[in-house]
Nanobody, 123 residues
């Protein structure tokens, strides 16, 4: 069982940057991707980005391509989400979770969710 703890959220002005961290404890598998999702108030949880622990495969939602960068540190068992050029529509609770070997960027195909970290982008 993997436990995930997100951190790094906060309040930032539009155009600013934040870096989120997702620390994993317990047994992790290099072939299982780690994903970031977000849920805005009144909306469904949506995919943001994902990465394999080796860094060999990376996926992004179209809405964040070119602005967000996902990375992983195997030694620290931590996955990062660098968010630049933030927009008010990026406001959400950001969650990390464990994907499956044949990665599918949907909520139902993820396991071991963290509790999330709140990102608020003011205009």
């Amino acid at each position: 069982q993997v436990q995930l703890v997100e951190s790094g959220g906060g309040l930032v002005q539009a155009g600013g940057s934040l870096r989120l961290s997702c620390a994993a404890s317990g047994r992790t598998f290099s072939s299982y991707p780690m994903g970031w999702f977000r849920q805005a108030p009144g909306k469904e949880r949506e995919f943001v980005a994902a990465i394999t622990w080796s860094g060999g495969k990376i996926w992004y939602a179209d809405s964040v391509k070119g602005r967000f960068t996902i990375s992983s540190d195997n030694a620290k068992k931590t996955v990062y989400l660098q968010m630049n050029s933030l927009k008010p529509e990026d406001t959400a609770v950001y969650y990390c979770a464990v994907g499956r070997v044949n990665f599918v960027p949907t909520v139902g195909a993820m396991d071991n969710w963290g509790k999330g970290t709140l990102v608020t982008v003011s205009s």
